[in-house]
């Protein structure tokens, strides 16, 4: 099948079949060129050949730049899970909302796959030494595929890399050389160097297997979603019930990442296009690709409606994974696939969020979904929350967010000081019998000195949303009712320090929980918030006030904005 593939030079427009050791265009000399498969024989033949094969990147290989499939450097690249973010998805009002974990790659982050195909293709290239220049991920991830396949490797490294991340590039026997100044500087260092040597420099966007890599993202996600709706997720079955002659697979209708150079988005994005050439899906995506505020070339280049971005020269981020200041061609090829792809609108938009939302995104996403992921990673999910509060995605929305990295080499500049309680154990020198001495030591952290809450709600999915805000803060005894009924009388029981009130529920409603509560003289002084979807009337708003302390919107509220209102009002 590798005979049928074709290079294409995306300046001159010649076309040559597929050779591995090709770098630049033989007629012009460019290095934007683009891989073009037989699709129809593909989408033909691939559902066949999937089914016979293991979950993981390798399984697209037809797709793929290489010509043969090299299981000796494997590491277990690709097949990452899509996780439904259940909590974060009922805290935004959008149900539907996906995470593609890359942290679960080889490396921990999606730069895995980038690294396997480049080094299984500069194999085939007969590449003994290669350079590349990186944030970071690249590097970590192109020292291990590089370990394994027996090529030496030089990494350039910006010195705002965290030192961690350098150590981890330095463990597999990988040259680093740290450069004092800006990413971009430590690009053109590099390819300097490679030019000098005469050695092979991974060029990102320019390099063709690395575009192809990322396309295997796009094709995962298409497969699992497919597998999510039939299997078991309902409402996704439901909003994807298919007639009999509709393709295989389906797509989200957003699909979420961070981005620096872009080499994500562009791959990512053409990998959604082949699926729907092979004929195997029939719709694309609008890729939203976020940038962090302080070095957001392509976002001010969007907004102002240009197609090419001007270049940032001194990024001002704590977030130095996504410092590429001039993301060149890269930003003008997708933003013109963008507004192709869709005659309507943009399928698709560059936004950016200011480091403080990616590190509030962090905290909720750790606390809420269990997902600890890098700052550069949160960039994603901090432009997911803003887009949605812009109205921009819609409740019904399928949205899938790529989780690009794990929080583990950075935790300590982003947890600060106060993570943990002590307690200190009494020494076995002390008379009393250690089981008391125990006990005493941890009784400031029982939870019989905390104050209570009730939550009341009749969806599983709010009570546990709240809950889950409630007790990421640690500090709360929390009871749940899951109607009226119980929740008078755990109320009248325990008598809580708040009650935290759903308004419609059958039989006895929140506005009848409220009345009851506050007729009774015991609950009339426990201080009630309530958090509800219904849009309320002139006449229900009279009904609440003066009973409750605040009125919140479901889905309209972000966790530290009910933990400060609970905070307000118990201790
Ligand atoms: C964790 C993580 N997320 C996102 C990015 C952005 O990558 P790109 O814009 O090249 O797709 C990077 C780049 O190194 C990264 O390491």
Redesign the pocket.
């Known amino acids: 099948m590798s005979g049928q593939r074709i290079i294409e030079c995306l300046d001159c427009g010649h076309s040559i079949s597929f050779d591995p050791t090709i770098i630049a265009c033989p007629n012009c000399g460019s290095l934007w060129q683009e891989i073009r498969y037989p699709y129809a024989q593909i989408g033909a033949d691939l559902p066949g050949l999937l089914s016979q094969r293991p979950f993981d990147l390798w399984r697209y290989r037809e797709l793929l730049p290489i010509l043969e499939y090299h299981p000796s450097i494997s590491l277990g690249e690709g097949g990452t899970p899509l996780i439904h973010a259940r909590n974060l998805g009922t805290m935004l009002g959008c149900p539907h909302i996906y995470i593609k974990d890359e942290r679960q790659g080889p490396t921990n ?3 895995d796959r980038q690294a396997a195909v480049g080094v299984a293709a500069m194999k085939e290239a007969g590449v003994a030494e290669a350079v590349v220049a ?5 590097a970590i991830a192109f020292s291990a595929y590089a370990a394994r396949a027996g090529i030496k490797l030089w990494a350039f490294l910006t010195s705002l890399v965290p030192g961690d991340k350098m150590r981890e590039v330095a463990i597999y026997g990988t040259q680093v050389i740290q450069v004092t100044g800006s990413y971009d500087q430590a690009k053109k260092i590099a390819a300097e160097f490679a030019h000098q040597r005469g050695l092979y420099l991974e060029r ?1 966007a320019r390099s063709m297997p690395s575009v192809e890599a ?1 396309k295997t993202i796009a094709f995962e996600i298409a497969e699992q979603l497919t597998w999510l709706a039939q299997q078991e997720d309902h409402s996704l079955g439901e909003k994807f019930s298919q007639g009999e002659k509709a393709p295989h697979w389906i797509v989200p209708d957003w699909y979420f ?9 562009l791959g990512v994005q053409k990998g959604f296009k082949e699926l729907k050439e092979a004929g195997l899906t029939d719709g694309l995506p609008a890729i939203a690709c976020i940038q962090t505020a302080g070095c957001a070339p392509m976002a001010h280049a969007w907004k102002q409606g240009l197609d090419t971005a001007e270049p940032v020269q001194s990024p001002r981020t704590h977030i130095s ?2 410092s ?1 200041g001039d993301p060149g061609r890269t930003y003008t090829l997708l933003r013109q696939r963008m507004l192709e792809s869709n005659d309507l609108a943009p399928n698709g938009c560059f936004d950016s969020v200011p480091d403080e939302e990616a590190f509030r995104a962090m905290h909720i996403l750790a606390k809420l979904e269990g997902i600890s992921v ?1 700052p ?2 949160a960039v994603a999910f901090a432009g997911l929350i803003k887009l949605v509060r812009a109205g921009l995605i819609k409740p019904k929305d399928v949205i899938v967010v790529n989780c ?2 794990h929080t583990m080499p950075v935790e300590s500049a982003v947890l600060g000081d106060n993570w943990a309680r002590n307690v200190i154990a009494p020494s076995a020198a002390v008379e009393e019998t250690p089981q008391e001495g125990l006990l005493a030591a941890l009784s400031h952290v029982t939870s019989d000195t905390f104050s209570s809450i009730l939550i009341v709600d009749d969806t599983e999915d709010a009570r546990r949303l709240i809950r889950r805000i409630l007790q990421s803060q640690g500090n709360y005894t929390l009871y749940e009712a899951e109607d009226g009924r119980q929740a008078l009388e755990i109320a009248a029981q325990k008598l809580p320090d708040l009650v935290i009130l759903d308004l419609m529920m059958p039989e006895i409603d929140g506005f009848g929980v409220l009345d009851q509560l506050k007729s009774n003289p015991q609950t009339q002084p426990i201080p009630v918030i309530v958090v509800t979807a219904k849009e309320l009337t002139p006449d229900e708003k009279k009904r609440l006030n003066g009973h409750i302390h605040k009125l919140m919107q479901k889905g309209e509220f972000m966790n530290d904005e009910l933990l400060d209102e609970v905070r307000a009002l118990v201790k």
């Not at 990442?257 to 988005?265: D, H, I, M, T, Y």
């Open positions: 982050s999606f730069k990186s944030t970071g991920n690249v990102g990322m990442q961070s981005v620096s150079g872009g080499l994500g988005p994974t996504l590429t890098e550069a990673s690009t990295g």
